[in-house]
């Protein structure tokens, strides 16, 4: 299937490491020019070229906070003036902690909102209107099964998230007249850094080894097994391509089945 990426233009937030890097390197493979970012420099200046000499085009790199609105308006608006436009945006960030609401106070969360909703905000406010201009776009978030399904101990995650689903959701009603969708696309267990880190984590709290921890979540998932960054991205490939056009509004689990609830 063509999708139709070839004279497009992607951002892909956070995306030196994990989803981020497997969607910018999906998307590079289809033929669309893109840019990421991330907050170490070196991690992201080194994935940038990884992704390039794989797929042969050129990866644009600005390292930055997504919670730090003045840094997101500067690089969507670089990310412009080295492309000529803006097509796809995926917005993505690290994790909040894993943490039990007795453990958490006003900085956890203020932190969670900063980093999972208000990031989201900046990409949106930014990168919107320059679909517009064009009549054409894919913004697309980067959220996580718990918004379907919540899980204990993921608190920060299932509360927090669940008000980027409704963003998502509602910026699709309004930007819909501009030939712009705008979806939400919600990770199981995918094996990233992230889960390598949340697996030590529980691992820790409940007292049994991280093979323990895999194990039962394998037992959850109908799959049998954990996803990988390149099913997910695939994907959101699909979601920002030409192909997807009639596709709005909706959140979407690439998590091997684990969410059992009908919609
Ligand atoms: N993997 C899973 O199973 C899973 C499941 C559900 C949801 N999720 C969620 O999906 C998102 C991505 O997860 P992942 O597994 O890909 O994580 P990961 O492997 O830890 O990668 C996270 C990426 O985000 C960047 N990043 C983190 N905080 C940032 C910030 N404030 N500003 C800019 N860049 C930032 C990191 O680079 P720097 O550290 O250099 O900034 C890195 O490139 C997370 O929100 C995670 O909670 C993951």
Redesign the pocket.
């Known amino acids: 299937m063509d999708l139709g990426l070839s004279q497009r233009v992607a951002l892909v ?9 497997a969607v910018a390197t999906e998307l590079s493979r289809e033929g669309a020019r893109v840019a990421i ?4 420099s070196a ?2 200046a080194r994935t940038a070229a990884e992704i390039s000499s794989a797929t042969g085009r050129e990866v644009f790199h600005q390292a ?4 730090d609105p003045d840094a997101v308006a500067a690089f969507v608006a670089a990310v412009e003036n080295r492309f000529g436009r803006l097509d796809i945006c995926v917005t ?4 909040p902690p894993s943490k039990l609401f007795k453990d958490t106070n006003p900085a956890d969360w203020k932190s969670a909102v900063d ?1 999972l909703l208000m990031s989201t905000v900046f990409f949106a406010k930014e990168a919107l209107p320059r679909m517009q201009k064009n009549k054409w776009g894919r913004f697309i978030t ?5 918004v379907k399904q919540p899980v204990d101990g993921l608190l920060l ?1 299932n509360s927090v998230r669940a008000a980027v689903t409704g963003l998502a959701r509602t910026l699709a009603n309004e930007y819909a007249p501009d030939g712009i969708t705008v979806n939400n696309v919600c ?4 094996r ?4 390598s880190e949340l697996t030590e984590v529980l691992s820790v709290r409940h007292g049994i080894t991280e093979q323990e921890v895999v194990a039962g979540w394998e037992r959850q998932i109908p799959a049998g097994r954990l996803g990988t ?1 390149e099913e997910f991205a695939a994907v959101v490939a699909f979601l920002a391509s030409e192909r997807a056009s009639y596709v709005n509004g909706v959140s979407l689990a690439i998590d091997g089945g684990i969410v059992r609830s009908l919609l």
């Open positions: 937030a956070a995306a030196s490491k994990g989803l981020g890097r970012c991330a907050r170490n991690d992201l930055l906070d997504v919670t993505n960030s690290g994790g980093l980067i959220t996580s099964y718990t995650s990770p199981g267990y995918t990233t850094e992230r889960l960054p």
